[in-house]
Every structure is written in C-alpha cells, then in structure tokens.
C-alpha cells in the first residue's frame, strides 16, 4: 500500500478550519484547480504535440482555430462562473472587467496564459491570479485592490505541474501535481537567507534601455550571482521564490527608439506583479516598483495598469530600491 502524501485539499481544509474561515474560498480554489488542468492538458496536446499553429493557436474543434492564451482564458472563466463565488472578474485577456455573480464573495485577477513566447516551443509558461475579499461590512466601494488587501495569490507553471500559493499571513506554499492528477506535498516556502543559492533574473538584452540607476545596480552586482532567464514570469519567479535572489523588470527609458521605450514598465500590476509580490512578501521577501516604492501598496487606477517590478530577496530588493530612489 503506498504512502498516502497530504493533498491540496487536505491541507487547504485544514488551513480554512484553523483559521476559523467559510468553505467558499475551496469552492473557489477548486475551480481553479479545474482549470489549470485543463489548460495544462490544451497546452500538453497542442503545444507538445505539435499541434499548434502559428502565434501558439490550437485547432480546438474542427475548423475553430484558437489563440492557447484565448482559450486558457475561457477555460478559467467557465470554471469561475461555474463556482459562484466570483463577483467580478479581471483577465489580461479581455479588455473590459468580467461581472460573474452579483451574489459571489470574491473578486479574481488573472493572466491565465503568461510568457507567450514560450508556447510554440512547449516550455513552461505561467497562469498567475490574485484574489480579493468583498467588502462584508458595509457597501462595496473598491474592486480594483491594492496588492496588500488580496488574501490569496498564486501561480501554476504549465507543464511541468507545479503550484504556488500564497496565503495572507500564513506562508507560501508549493505542490506537485501527482499519477492522479492531484497536487500534494505542500511545502513551506522561505527565501534562503544565505546567498550562496541566489540568482538573478532579467532580460539581459535590456540593460542597456534600464535607467542609469538600474545598470550601475546591475553591474556592481551581477558578478556575484548565478544568472537564470526563462522569459516566463512565474518560471522565473518559481526558481527565485526557492533559491533566493532578484527578478526584475525595469523600466525601459533608453531605448534606441524612443517608440521602444516602457518607462511604466512592461509586467501587469494587478495580475503579474502584486501576485508574484504577494506571495515573495509571505515567503520573507518584498518587492518595489520603478520609484522604489512597494508593489504591494500601488492602488490600481485601471485594471491593465503596467509596473516595473523587483521582486526577491529582502536584502537585495532593499538594496536596489536605495539606488532607485537616489536624487
Ligand atoms: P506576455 O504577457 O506577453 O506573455 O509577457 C510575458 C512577460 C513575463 O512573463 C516575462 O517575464 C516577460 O514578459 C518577458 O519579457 P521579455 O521577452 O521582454 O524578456
Ligand atoms: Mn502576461
Ligand atoms: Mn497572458
């Protein structure tokens, strides 16, 4: 008979019982679940199976011919409507912001499909959410939430089975999916404080459109550390989040064409950014923006707002934010 290892479920019962919370948030998390399964089995038959056509689409059925992000994104959004629990939805891939349920709890915000390039080579990408409580209290006044006031956040890293989820005050946490399809195994996330395991992670070809600040930080450091960059978020986050170190995105403000340039950075706030910094703040980490100023207390003005993001250790996102904030 073999081992029975702890479940997803098992450990999220748990968790909700301690800490004296509803059921709704299972409710929410197994749709979740549900549809990065069934995302993974999209991008395992057609990216892998090369059945995937130009600019990563599938032929889904028939003639119907689908961008992969596209139908993460309806995926995700069938099983949220399905759950009940979600008042208002938002996804990098609709422009307008999602009304599911009136009645729900919670409010989402996801990127179901992150790190596009990867798709046609069937590496891992990322589906990213964060999630915020409605008000009980008193009259809904706010959907788009600061980084700070969500109670969950997390990632899946298409194929490779994992995922990572941070619970406000109470760790982040990582699984692997199992033979059945299960995620089990949680284990406690903690930045290792020795920085002998640490990595940085950008994309080197950028450094030179960085802010002057940026690349002096860059060039006084990089000899220090091993140096990783899948260009998928959440796999470059996964890897940091377990060896320490600094993920980053700067601002782009020198580019040769100044049309290139991103000075709002290029990562998403609400469903890239704060999600990573969420689940780094309760792994010990922290994370800043361009001006040094902490991701998780930009209050959203749209939905598809833009950030530069530091995100990793806390010495070294403290450190970088020193110099970004120097005169
Ligand atoms: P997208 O939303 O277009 O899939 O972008 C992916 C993001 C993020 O996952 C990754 O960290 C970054 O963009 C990579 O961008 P570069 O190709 O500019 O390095
Ligand atoms: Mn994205
Ligand atoms: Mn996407």
Redesign the pocket.
């Known amino acids: 008979m073999s081992r029975f290892e702890q479940t997803f479920d098992h450990f999220l019962l748990e968790h909700q019982e301690r800490y004296n919370r509803t059921y709704h948030f299972l409710i929410l998390m197994d749709a979740l679940i549900s549809a990065a399964k069934r995302i993974q089995y999209y991008y395992l038959t057609g990216a892998l199976k090369g059945n995937l056509g130009l600019a990563g689409s599938v032929n889904v059925q028939g003639e119907n011919v689908m961008r992969m992000d596209q139908i993460a994104h309806e995926i995700t959004i069938h099983y949220l409507e399905k759950s009940g629990r979600i008042i208002q939805a938002v996804s990098?891939e609709s422009k307008e912001i999602i009304t599911l349920n009136p009645d729900g709890r919670y409010f989402i915000y996801f990127?179901p499909l992150?790190?596009?390039s990867n798709i046609p080579h069937g590496l891992p990408v990322g589906f990213l959410f964060g999630i915020a409580k409605k008000n009980l209290d008193g009259p809904e006044d706010n959907h788009l939430r600061a980084g700070k006031d969500y109670i969950a956040a997390g990632m899946f890293v298409i194929p490779t089975g994992t995922f990572t989820l941070g619970l406000r005050d109470a760790g982040t946490w990582r699984f692997h999916i199992d033979e059945t399809m299960t995620f089990v195994k949680p284990r406690k996330m903690v930045l290792p404080q020795a920085p002998a395991t640490w990595e940085l992670s950008f994309n080197a070809a950028n450094r030179r459109t960085f802010s002057e600040r940026a690349r002096s930080w860059i060039d006084e450091h990089e000899d220090k550390y091993a140096f990783r960059y899948l260009g998928a978020l959440a796999g470059d986050f996964h890897r940091v989040l377990a060896n320490g170190g600094l993920f980053m995105y700067p601002a782009i403000v020198n580019h040769p064409d100044p049309n290139k340039n991103r000075p709002e950075g290029k990562l998403?706030l609400m469903y890239?950014a704060a999600v990573v910094a969420f689940m780094c703040r309760e792994a010990g980490g922290t994370a800043v923006d361009e001006r040094g100023m902490p991701i998780l207390d930009i209050q959203p003005q749209r939905h598809h707002q833009r950030t530069a993001l530091y995100v990793g250790s806390r010495e070294l996102v403290e450190d970088i934010a020193h110099r970004l904030k120097e005169e």
């Open positions: 990098e990127d992150d790190g596009s998403r890239e």
